[in-house]
């Protein structure tokens, strides 16, 4: 089972694209990538809405969510989404335990 969650950052003049600029720049989302328990750590930019940006941030279980929730980076985390003056909304989602449906996967070009 993977835990997926989908945090949209939003700020005005291109903040939340500076932010996620100086998390890949600072190293942080690197560190992130690097914790056991991550298995995705990427951020999209929506081609409709220049002010968000989307992080898809997946793990392993709860319990690495837990551990990455009480490390060190959500403090500096914290700080840049303040910096940035950056608000959020998340989706989770949790992996389909079954897979593609051999009738979905008919639409999928591998």
Not at 41 to 68: C, G, N, R
Request: hydrophobic residues 40%; proline residues 3%.
């Amino acid at each position: 089972m993977s835990i997926t969650l989908n945090l949209y950052y939003t700020g005005e003049n291109g903040n939340a694209r500076k932010f996620a600029e100086e998390m890949e720049s600072s190293g942080v989302a690197g560190a992130i990538r690097a914790e056991a328990g991550n298995e995705k750590y990427a951020y999209f930019f929506p081609m409709d809405d220049p002010e968000t940006v989307l992080l898809i941030d997946s793990w392993k279980d709860q319990e690495a969510i837990d551990v990455h929730h009480a490390s060190p980076m959500m403090g500096e985390i914290a700080r840049l989404r303040e910096k940035y003056d950056l608000h959020m909304k998340a989706e989770r989602y949790v992996t389909d335990e079954a897979g593609i449906s051999a009738h979905d996967a008919k639409f999928i070009k591998q």
